[in-house]
């Protein structure tokens, strides 16, 4: 065997570094700067047929093998490691699924324009609860007739917004863990399918990074890619090949830090010689370009394995794992030969050394990458409990509909909140008095910290007036502000709110407050933190300043004349929580009639929890009777 | 003196009552007691069909000797092991030596538990196998956990006799009666034939139905159960309460009121929904408290109806002692389907609410309304518009 790539390789290595360099590079520190895209590039590599490398031709891609992909990975993260994860993203996250698991119908609908690049693709796995551990998958999807109804938020997703196709993991058999999880393809602009915020990062800023989030987005059946429950095995396949990617983006990164560093050392004369002649310089570049060779022979080995079709999980973890280790470390050896001047912003190393960092994380973190190995290497280590269980901790107001008006203008926001408390049954031509009390008020608009200054409880009492409601606050405002008498805060050691509409206006919703509104039908939360605890507990909810929003939702409830009395209170109803009916089957013992659910599996038998009765080991036995697993049927 | 009944011209009904019995299995109350059911059938062989309890051997031993004449006894088929049925095996073996004892391999195993001597006087069968006995061929099907799991039915392929085990049967003594149509059924012995397979079969609803299935193969035109009436005409009727209860659908559209006092003053509650409910037009309400009716009796209720509504005090910061019993017996027979609304009571930390809840909703397919009541102490007018509020969320439901 010989370990050189070949002509070919070398020949396509030659034209993308061509293009990274006349098309990329002018462009870098700029779109560095302005956190921008590169969309004019990234057209002119479709236009060169580099955005389906290993794709085959039949399905519009280059026909290329791994290594090419590779290739054309490192030489763009040469230059700019923003753009190398667009393709790295474009090709092994978004195009890799449909190409490996898509049926011959999606694979015409989406991978064909994925591959020749006229669509850009992206992939959504992780979520707020749901990391390295994608059991904790929140995001649900509920076949309703033809279509899966989509629900939930992906974050830190490459490619969010500027991609066409996305894969999206989400739920369709609750609370057996990854087992219950299924993969869709999904458009952009499909009804319900919006960006949330485009995130500021540290690094590999021409690469665009944000949420998805999912309302009621109905998925056609068609769409769901592979069969119901193999969502995790689709997911860590993808992201298998994916670390080739990740880690051609690393080497990529280290390479032109390392060809930056050699540069300048030859340049930089320091004691009357050129650095480069410093042994400890020396030595530093030496070290520099082992590694280089060394990650590189991971990578381009890792990708002939893929490409032959052999078994390559591990070594494509090893590839990521230590290209991306040992990038951190030439990028920081590429900089201190530098020295301040590569400290500076504009410089290439400066960019290299901020862009590196994010590729010991994502794909998998190299800790995730080290489980990989480690466990190719010793077998799976044994689960407990506590990590196999799936926490389901409920908000202290119980079940609520946590819909955050976020689109739009403030005073569409606010309208669409109008909208929404119309649509739930409020009438805003009532009202009851400022000052119901607490525990007899049908409505109540309270006060938090938020307010700030007294003369502001101006705009709390407008707003009371417009919604009919009487006001409250949270503890301090009445007892260290005493904007409000004590009689009239809310909370567990004050007065109880049993009413139908609570706003929360500046309350961030510590635990005392909660447990006093929990008996509310519908909360209204206004805060300027989105991070607020009363978001996670209320039913509608507005991020924004108060000085801004009291004013345009006091606006937006008055109907222009005085509020008439208000009827004796009905008890309107709260939201509940969509019941999701498990969908696997129960089987019970002829035996004895114990039943197996799972749901919760069999701890004795070292059955874990989530594993399907047809999943279960033939030698499984009745862990009540002992009745071998034939005696059992199905509920 | 023997005292039997014809149920065809050669099969003879040689069974009998006990109303000396306080508790069945020494849990459910039986305050009309019950019958032991045995079957004695004369072909060119003759052949008993399980045996009795222990309690009335001698009045057992005397009927069979009655019908038999000078014959001799050839065959005991022991479809269901139990002692209430199966006590008497070792006596009959020891008056007919060289009878053939005809059971499952599992109900083989469970006479050595129970130390009965029967040697290798055995003819182990199987689902499907069948024996003839002359005139009359019978098949074996086999009724795991129905509801225990050597239990098998007989079926007489010849006349369309079902001797069907524990399945079917009733609380009650007969009373000199023994077919379905000798006795007003819908009016005098569903609600103990209720409170028989809820509290006996109950949880056994998927295995249940498995057996209806087999039974809805064959051509069934008698059913002679161990405990209770032999049904000879109208099966459709309780093949269809039995369909229903194995698969846990209530058979009436009403409100069950469980409440669990310690001063009255939950119970003034209970009774303030009750009457809501009715006023309403919902009439079909019925209360019990919790610390004075037998569980059994409130478990065969709660299969009854389709809506149930829990109010508890609050005790040692947990649910009323009883209705938590009642809970966990719920959660043991597996009920499921039911609609809940929920009233708690607490003077310094009402938690029953919290607590039923939790437990409810940890059963299958149970709904829990959300509007809740929360009574401190006792109920106020003020409380009014909330209860009533509670009232009109059941009626929703039941649209």
Redesign the interface.
Same mark, same amino acid.
């Given at each position: 065997m010989f370990f050189k790539t070949t002509e070919q390789h070398e020949n396509l290595r030659k034209k993308i570094r061509e293009f990274a360099e006349e098309e990329v590079k002018p462009i870098a520190f700029l779109l560095d700067q302005e956190n921008k895209f590169p969309s004019e590039a990234i057209k002119k590599l479709a236009a060169m047929g580099m955005m389906g490398l290993p794709y085959p031709k039949k399905y519009g891609g280059a026909g290329l093998d791994i290594i090419s992909y590779a290739i054309a990975i490192e030489e763009l993260s040469r230059v700019d490691g923003g753009t190398g994860v667009i393709l790295s993203a474009h090709t092994s996250l978004g195009g890799y699924p449909i190409a490996a698991y898509g049926t011959e119908e999606q694979k015409n609908k989406y991978l064909v324009p994925l591959a020749k690049g006229e669509k850009i693709g992206a992939f959504g796995l992780t979520e707020e609860n749901a990391g390295s551990d994608a059991g904790g998958t929140e995001t649900t999807a509920v076949l309703e007739g033809d279509y899966y109804i989509l629900n939930g938020e992906k974050i830190f997703i490459t490619n969010a917004g500027e991609a066409d196709i996305y894969i999206i993991f989400a739920v369709t058999t609750p609370n057996i863990g990854i087992r219950g999880i299924s993969a869709f393809i999904v458009e952009k602009g499909w009804k319900g399918f919006i960006f949330g915020k485009h995130y500021d990062k540290m690094g590999i800023r021409s690469s665009v990074t944000g949420e998805l989030i999912f309302n009621d987005v109905k998925v056609p059946k068609e769409n769901l890619l592979g069969k119901e429950g193999e969502g995790f095995k689709i997911a860590m396949s993808t992201l298998d090949g994916g670390r080739i990617g990740i880690a051609a983006q690393a080497l990529g990164i280290a390479q032109g830090a390392y060809e930056h560093a050699l540069e300048y050392s030859k340049e930089r004369i320091q004691f009357g010689k050129p650095i480069c002649q410093q042994q400890i310089v020396a030595f530093k570049l030496a070290d520099m370009a082992t590694k280089l060779r060394a990650a590189r022979m991971l990578i381009y080995s890792a990708a002939e394995l893929k490409e032959n079709h052999e078994y390559y999980s591990m070594e494509a973890a090893m590839a990521k794992q230590y290209t991306s280790d040992v990038c951190l470390e030439i990028v920081n050896d590429a900089l201190q030969i530098f020295g301040g001047s590569g400290y500076m912003k504009g410089m290439e190393v400066e960019r290299a050394y901020r862009d590196a960092k994010i590729c010991t994380i994502y794909e998998g973190t190299n800790e995730i990458q080290r489980l990989v190995i480690s466990s190719n290497i010793i077998g799976k280590m044994p689960k407990n409990d506590s990590v196999d269980k799936i926490s389901k901790k409920q908000p202290a107001t119980g079940y609520r509909k946590k819909v955050i008006f976020k689109e739009g203008t403030s005073k569409e926001r606010v309208n669409a909140l109008v909208e929404a408390l119309k649509e739930d049954g409020y009438d805003f031509t009532v009202g009851i008095p400022l000052d119901t009390p607490i525990s007899k008020a049908e409505r109540v608009v309270s006060v938090g910290l938020g307010i700030g200054e007294k003369e502001n409880m101006k705009l709390i009492e407008d707003l009371a007036v417009q919604a009919g409601a009487a006001i409250g606050s949270s503890r301090p405002v009445a007892e260290t502000l005493k904007y409000v008498p004590l009689n009239r805060y809310v909370g567990m050691s004050g007065q109880k709110f %049993?009413g139908n509409l609570y706003v929360a206006c500046g309350i961030s919703g510590a635990a005392q407050h909660l447990k006093g509104i929990k008996d509310a039908s519908t909360i209204v939360a206004i805060n300027i933190n989105p991070n607020a605890k009363i978001f996670k507990n209320a039913d509608y909810g507005i991020v924004g300043d108060l000085m801004e929003i009291l004013p345009l939702l006091t606006a937006a409830l008055d109907n222009g004349e005085a509020k008439k009395e208000a009827p004796?209170?009905? %008890?309107m109803?709260?939201a509940?929580p969509k019941k999701v009916?498990p969908t696997w089957k129960?089987h019970?013992?002829?035996?004895?009639?114990y039943?197996y659910n799972p749901g919760v599996g069999d701890p004795e038998g070292e059955v874990n929890t989530g594993t399907l009765f047809e999943k279960l080991p033939e030698e499984w036995t009745c862990p009540a009777?002992g009745e071998e697993k034939d005696?059992f049927?199905?509920? | 003196m023997h005292c039997v009944r014809n149920i065809t011209e050669d099969l003879y009904w040689v069974g009998g009552n006990d109303r000396r019995l306080a508790l069945f299995e020494n849990i459910h109350p039986i305050p009309r007691g019950v019958s032991y059911n045995s079957y004695l059938l004369l072909d060119e062989k003759t052949v008993l069909f399980d045996t009795v309890d222990w309690s009335i051997c001698r009045q057992f031993l005397e009927n069979i000797k009655g019908v038999l004449g000078d014959r001799n006894l050839d065959y005991m088929v022991i479809n269901h092991m139990e002692p209430d049925h199966a006590a008497c095996i070792e006596e009959i073996i020891l008056r007919y030596p060289n009878i053939k004892v005809v059971c499952t391999e599992k109900a083989f195993l469970f006479m050595n538990q129970f130390g009965f001597c029967i040697q290798d006087n055995v003819i182990e069968v199987k689902e499907g196998d069948t024996v003839s006995f002359g005139k009359h061929n019978v098949v074996f099907v086999s009724a795991p956990m129905v509801h225990w799991p050597e239990a098998m039915v007989t079926y007489d392929t010849t006349n369309g006799v079902l001797f069907s085990a524990d399945a079917f049967g009733s609380f009650g003594a007969l009373d000199g009666k023994l077919f379905n149509d000798e006795v007003n059924f819908d009016r005098d012995w569903i609600d103990e034939a209720r409170r028989y397979y809820t509290n006996i079969v109950g949880k056994y609803g998927p295995h249940v139905q498995s057996l209806l299935k087999k039974a809805s193969s064959i051509d069934i035109k008698m059913i002679c159960p161990l405990h209770g009436p032999v049904w000879h005409n109208d099966l459709g009727y309780f093949l269809d309460k039995y369909d229903k209860w194995s698969r846990y659908e209530p058979e009436e559209k009403g409100v069950m009121i469980v409440y669990g006092t310690m001063y009255g003053n939950t119970e003034a509650s209970a009774n303030d929904l009750a009457t809501r409910l009715v006023k309403k037009g919902m009439t079909n309400v019925v209360m019990y408290d919790v610390s004075n009716t037998h569980v059994s009796y409130l478990i065969s209720e709660t299969f009854k109806y389709s809506h149930v509504v829990l109010a508890s005090v609050t005790y040692n910061l947990n649910i009323y002692p009883p209705m938590l019993n009642y809970l966990m017996d719920m959660r043991a027979l597996n009920l499921q389907k039911r609609t809940f609304s929920i009233i708690e009571n607490g003077s310094w930390a009402p938690q029953s609410g919290k607590l039923m809840r939790e437990l409810l909703s940890n059963m299958k397919e149970m709904t829990i309304l959300d509007n809740e009541m929360s009574v401190s102490s006792s109920m106020k007018e003020e409380d009014g518009d909330l209860m009533d509020s509670l009232a009109d969320s059941i009626l929703e439901s039941m649209k």
């Open positions: %049993k004796p209170m009905k %008890k109803k709260r509940v009916a129960y019970v013992c002829n035996g004895c009639g039943e009777c005696m049927i199905e509920v | -």
